[in-house]
């Protein structure tokens, strides 16, 4: 069985499940165990970039860093 896309409401899901079982669209493939560990340790890798490079950081370039985030944010 694949895995179903999690944005789908219930109605989408149902007509994706219909449309498999009949045969109008193929069933999403599987990720090979090789390409599903890549993507584990990527994940991970970010998960911990940000925290790794804000302990790098002085405060003034945190402060830099923080300003220009919040120009961007609030720019018209």
């Given at each position: 069985?694949?895995?179903?896309?999690?944005?789908?409401?219930?109605?989408?899901?149902?007509?994706?499940?219909?449309?498999?079982?009949?045969?109008?669209?193929?069933?999403?493939?599987?990720?090979?165990?090789?390409?599903?560990?890549?993507?584990?340790?990527?994940?991970?890798?970010?998960?911990?970039?940000?925290?790794?490079?804000?302990?790098?950081?002085?405060?003034?370039?945190?402060?830099?860093?923080?300003?220009k985030?919040?120009?961007?944010?609030?720019?018209?």
């Amino acid at each position: 069985m694949s895995k179903r896309p999690k944005n789908l409401d219930l109605n989408q899901l149902a007509t994706r499940i219909v449309d498999e079982a009949i045969g109008e669209i193929e069933p999403e493939q599987e990720i090979d165990e090789k390409k599903k560990a890549a993507m584990e340790s990527g994940r991970l890798g970010g998960i911990k970039g940000g925290k790794a490079r804000a302990d790098k950081l002085t405060p003034e370039e945190r402060s830099d860093i923080a300003k220009k985030a919040a120009k961007a944010r609030w720019k018209e």
